[in-house]
């Protein structure tokens, strides 16, 4: 039962930090452009001339 008595406020304490967390980037825009980084993950920018 001590047990519990610590890991149910350390569980809880972890998930209002991930909460905050998903909140900060919500927030700051983190996820506003979804596709443009896949893309430009895929382009190839890397032509023979930039190979030197």
């Known amino acids: 039962m001590t047990a519990l008595a ?3 406020p350390a569980a809880l ?3 209002g930090l ?3 967390g998903f909140l ?3 927030r700051s825009g983190q ?3 979804l596709d443009g980084a896949a ?3 895929l382009e ?3 032509g ?3 190979r030197r």
Request: aromatic letters at 16%.
């Open 6 to 8: 610590w890991l149910i």
């Open 13 to 15: 304490a972890l998930g």
């Open 18 to 20: 991930g909460l905050l």
């Open 24 to 26: 900060w980037a919500l």
């Open 31 to 33: 996820f506003e452009d």
């Open 39 to 41: 893309w430009r993950a």
């Open 44 to 46: 190839d920018s890397d």
């Open 48 to 50: 023979p001339e930039d």
